[in-house]
């Protein structure tokens, strides 16, 4: 029986469009507005517990920037003088050597005209980085990432199946959060490769070809002992 290998299985490239706003439509419509040409505002900081989506937000930033002709670059590996977005993320990890080159940075970009949007695990003013670092962060927008309820998740797969023309039973969703990862991009790949596999085995999508899929095998069935009769 042919079984996909869960290694080949990639999500999606980030994008907003593939992004299930929840709670954070107000800040989509910041970013993109980040991300286009002419925005006065210099500085926006993200945060939010993991899994919440910061990175994904900040990977589509940096995609819908360079689809809108600008220079977008990622601090501390690759930067341009004249960047018009530059990204930081996990600001939280940025080492103390590294703090100096990040605040210069800030400087430089706003000077320039650009803009900077870093996201962390936790607000500006409980990180700890140095004082003017801190300051530069709290100067722009700040904007909690919420992540998406286990509610929203199921009704982004339903969305998602019905554009593919599937029928997506709400055992098959409900496993999925149970026993995937649980980020949205890899629940939507772990769809699109149910589909392609109901496709080539001709079977319903079920729990049990998820299994299948998934290569988990079902759990075995207790011996029974029959009781001696006299």
């Not at 496993?175 to 990862?181: Q, T």
């Not at 699109?192 to 075995?220: F, G, M």
């Amino acid at each position: 029986m042919k079984q996909l290998a869960l290694g080949i299985i990639d999500p999606p490239a980030p994008t907003f469009d593939n992004f299930v706003a929840g709670r954070n439509a107000e800040l989509i419509t910041i970013l993109r507005d980040q991300c286009r040409p002419g925005t006065t505002e210099r500085m926006v900081y993200l945060w939010g517990d993991s899994g919440s989506g910061r990175t994904h937000l900040l990977a589509a930033a940096a995609r819908a920037a360079e689809e809108a002709g600008l220079r977008a670059a990622w601090f501390p590996d690759v930067i341009d003088p004249v960047s018009e977005l530059v990204l930081v993320d996990d600001v939280e990890r940025v080492d103390a050597a590294t703090q100096g080159g990040l605040f210069a940075c800030y400087n430089e970009v706003r000077e320039a005209g650009g803009r900077l949007l870093a996201a962390g695990n936790v607000p500006p003013a409980r990180l700890h980085l140095r004082p003017d670092l801190l300051t530069r962060l709290a100067w722009g927008l700040v904007y909690q990432v919420h992540a998406l309820t286990d509610e929203d998740k199921s009704v982004a797969l339903e969305q998602h199946a019905r554009a593919r023309g599937l029928r997506l039973p709400v055992e098959v969703s409900a496993y999925l959060l149970r026993h995937e990862r649980r980020d949205l991009p890899s629940l939507m790949a772990m769809l699109d490769a149910l589909d392609r596999y109901s496709l080539e085995t001709q079977r319903l999508i079920t729990v049990p070809l998820l299994r299948e899929l998934l290569q988990v095998p079902a759990a075995p069935i207790p011996d029974t002992i029959a009781e001696d009769t006299p």
